[in-house]
């Protein structure tokens, strides 16, 4: 146990925690609404927020999350009016939030875009005592949300149409989605990073629909998968000298590869069992 004596690690191990809960929390409604990038696009516009807080010399932590929500919202603003196609949107994001970053970190006093790489890939070792309370106070958000509206989000992400009918505001769920990707690329990026954060909302939902059906059963494994995944892959990186980010999603994608070889006999056994099911139904109708 000696990686939990250094405070760096005690702080990189709780800010993992938390992107391991947060992450395939809002993931599991962006994979339903088959927005399974838009964590890539809201993570490029997030790279103009953090040179912007070295530009301004302030948290690039609160000024990543600022400036995630404008871009969030205003790609969910064009893809709900249908002014443009999401794809575009998400273009101008990819594009236009890195460039931005880097014009940016290089006007800064001192920067360069070597301050971005920790952000861009994570890293344990600079996450400060300040970053780990604004994430804390991030990561309570997303699950609120994602929990205390699980309902409502999925009732959304499954149909907007039937939403509406049933009287639901759909267009302000819609933002608040937008909203919670936004905060959660913010919480994740310290350790996972802001290029590979996309990944961990979407390989561990990925990974746990192997095994279940139901959106409450998948949610729980996504964040059991995803919860170890960071955590073991932070340790990894206290012996390994490489980015946390790479060796977290490496490891979600394993445990992906593994459970996709797991439940493909499962899924014929599933095949077979409602194919015989069908067949005596269809002869308990022939002999009524």
Known sequence: MEFLTPAFMQRALIAAALVGITAPAIGTYLVQRRQAVMGDGIGHVAMTGVALGFFLQTSPVWMATLVA???????????SRGRTSGDIALAVLFY???????????????????????????????????????????????????????RQL?????????AKVTGLPVRALNL????????????????????????MMVIPVAAAQRLTRGFMATLALAIGISLTVSLAGTVTTYYVEAPSGAAIVLLAIGVFLVLSLV?????????????????VCTGDDVKV
């Open 263 to 279: 439940s493909a006999p499962l899924a014929r056994r599933r095949a077979k069992a409602a194919r015989a099911a069908s067949e």
């Open 176 to 199: 608040l989605i937008a909203v919670t990707a936004a905060v959660t690329v913010t919480v994740a990026m310290r350790i996972v990073g802001l290029l590979l954060v996309s990944a």
């Open 96 to 150: 236009g939030g890195m460039a931005g970053g880097v014009m940016i970190i290089n006007m800064a006093p001192g920067g360069s875009t070597a301050n971005l790489i920790s952000y861009m890939f994570g890293s344990i070792t600079t996450v400060a005592p300040e970053d780990v309370t604004a994430i804390a106070i991030l990561a309570v958000f997303v699950i609120a949300v994602t929990v205390g509206l699980r």
């Open 69 to 79: 929500i404008v871009g969030a919202v205003g790609m969910e603003l064009i893809r």
């Open 154 to 162: 999925f009732a959304v992400c499954q149909d907007e149409e039937f």
